[in-house]
């Protein structure tokens, strides 16, 4: 998909390091999973799976600068493992809404978010 996207897979790989791009698992999300997800959702990371919209999957030009996004994602999850990750995640995503933020406000401000948005566009 990062090729096919046009992506520079060796910048990519220094991006996500010490991940491995080509041991990460890649996914179309089932029906069943993307139910739960919220409006504007595309994939979801879990530690070393990346579940992507079926959809965004077959479009031409989505799924690469997505897939680095999520990639990030996958990197976040090995450096902080599940209890931290989860932890942060949610707790900097509660203390926004706890702020008065609008649940998508609060979405955008969780730095592991933001970071891995900074890398996407980076690299797109």
Same mark, same amino acid.
């Given at each position: 998909?990062?090729?096919?996207?046009?992506?520079?897979?060796?910048?990519?790989?220094? @991006? /996500?390091?010490?991940?491995?791009?080509? %041991?990460?698992?890649?996914? &179309?999300?089932?029906?069943?999973?993307? %139910?739960?997800?919220?409006?504007g959702i595309s994939a979801?990371? @879990?530690?070393?799976?990346?579940?992507?919209?079926?959809?965004?999957?077959?479009?031409? &030009?989505?799924?690469? &600068?997505?897939? /680095? *996004?999520?990639? #990030?994602?996958?990197?976040?999850?090995?450096?902080?493992?599940?209890?931290?990750?989860?932890?942060? +995640?949610?707790?900097? +995503?509660?203390?926004?809404?706890?702020?008065?933020?609008? *649940?998508?406000? =609060? +979405? @955008?401000? #969780?730095?592991?978010?933001?970071?891995?948005?900074?890398? =996407? %566009?980076?690299?797109?």
């Amino acid at each position: 998909m990062l090729r096919a996207g046009g992506m520079d897979s060796v910048r990519v790989r220094v @991006l /996500v390091e010490p991940v491995d791009p080509d %041991r990460v698992v890649v996914r &179309s999300a089932p029906s069943v999973m993307r %139910r739960f997800w919220g409006r504007g959702i595309s994939a979801m990371t @879990l530690p070393n799976r990346i579940f992507i919209d079926p959809a965004v999957m077959a479009s031409r &030009s989505g799924p690469a &600068s997505l897939l /680095v *996004h999520e990639l #990030i994602h996958v990197r976040q999850w090995e450096e902080l493992g599940v209890i931290r990750f989860v932890w942060r +995640y949610l707790s900097t +995503y509660l203390a926004g809404r706890l702020k008065g933020q609008g *649940h998508r406000a =609060a +979405y @955008l401000a #969780i730095p592991l978010e933001v970071e891995a948005r900074a890398a =996407a %566009r980076l690299m797109g």
